[in-house]
């Protein structure tokens, strides 16, 4: 019993993240404070999620975001939840959100040195079906608390200092790296709090599964078409690939990262640079992936090396096992 007991120590978020904290002995806390009140925005949009339907919270507002999205309840409730939570933390200076056109600048008063990007609620086509949606998030160090600008957001993704997701699905499960490796923890609704159940988590070297909208294949790029052709008809004989694809990113990324495989969305003719936006899907994802041991791509360059111009700029991704990553750039060098 001792070995097993000791074995899985009963850790929150919250102590985890403050023994990474010792980990750097210049840190004031700050760092702690907005992580926890990011855990918080968590534990409330997922309860607003689970009586989404009894809470009339399902449904459309009426309103299209800058993405030309239609905006759902839910995706206006959990960006305000969050702005909220992160403006309270003190801890942060500007905001970068999916549902606002321009970035929020805290006022002076409640500054702090942390620019957050999030997408407050990923897979919003998802709601009104119950199928898993979430949130993602990630965080830059700002370079003077007391004039942030647009640049201090415009960073790579290599600069993030920390990502992370909470998946509001058959549990509430927050999948969070600050650049130590990547942990998971499940809300346990009796206490209150996210415990440790995924330590450590590795995505496998290779995968069977690929994760792509096939709805866009008429309108993909050569080395696009060849990987999934070779997904489903392999020439060495070996057995296809299982297609798994949920269209909500947040569940399609989980499942990649703890199972192995590959999540694509590419560029296509309509879409040259693809759907999913750079700043709070494809830099936080790929910032957890390469934690996990495995790679993202955007067809020409690794994603964390991307630069974004502007908040909203879109990037195709390519993101899981190390081995999947590997072939799809051997197809896109070959086709360069
Ligand atoms: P969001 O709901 O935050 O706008 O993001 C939706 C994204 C992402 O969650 C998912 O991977 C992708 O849209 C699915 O797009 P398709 O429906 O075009 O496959
Ligand atoms: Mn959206
Ligand atoms: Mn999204
Ligand atoms: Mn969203």
């Not at 030309?68 to 500007?94: H, M, P, W, Y």
């Not at 709090?193 to 050569?222: M, Q």
């Not at 993202?296 to 690794?302: E, I, L, S, V, Y």
């Amino acid at each position: 019993h001792a070995a097993e007991s000791q074995r899985t120590d009963l850790m929150t978020v919250t102590c985890h993240v403050l023994n990474e904290q010792t980990k750097h002995p210049e840190a004031r806390g700050d760092f702690s404070i907005l992580l926890y009140h990011i855990v918080l925005g968590c534990k409330f949009v997922c309860a607003a999620v689970n009586k989404a339907g009894l809470a009339k919270l399902i449904g459309l507002v009426g309103d299209t975001n800058v993405q030309g999205e239609e905006q759902k309840k839910l995706d206006v409730l959990s960006n305000q939840v969050f702005v909220k939570a992160l403006i309270s933390s003190g801890r942060t200076c500007i905001l970068v959100s999916e549902e606002d056109e321009v970035a929020t600048f805290v006022e002076p008063s409640k500054r702090g040195r942390y620019c957050v990007v999030f997408d407050p609620l990923d897979g919003s086509s998802n709601i009104d079906c119950g199928v898993s949606v979430g949130t993602i998030f990630g965080i830059y160090m700002v370079k003077d608390k007391d004039t942030p600008t647009l640049e201090d957001v415009l960073q790579p993704g290599k600069n993030l200092l920390a990502a992370g997701y909470c998946m509001y699905g058959s549990s509430c499960t927050l999948v969070l790296s600050t650049g130590n490796g990547v942990n998971g923890f499940t809300l346990d609704p009796s206490l209150g709090e996210f415990i440790l159940t995924h330590p450590d988590i590795k995505v496998p070297k290779a995968g069977r599964i690929y994760s792509v909208n096939e709805g866009n294949a008429k309108n993909w790029d050569e080395p696009t078409a060849k990987y999934v052709e070779k997904c489903k008809f392999s020439k060495d004989g070996s057995f296809p690939k299982t297609l798994r694809y949920i269209g909500s990113m947040v569940a399609d990324v989980h499942r990649t990262l703890l199972y192995g495989g590959i999540f694509l969305y590419p560029a296509d003719k309509k879409s040259p640079n693809g759907k999913l936006r750079v700043l709070y899907e494809v830099f936080p994802m790929s910032f957890l992936v390469e934690q996990a041991g495995g790679q993202a791509f955007t067809g020409k360059q690794r994603a964390l090396d991307l630069v974004p111009k502007n908040l909203h700029d879109r990037s195709p991704i390519f993101l899981g096992s190390y081995d999947d990553i590997e072939e799809i750039k051997g197809l896109y060098a070959a086709a360069e």
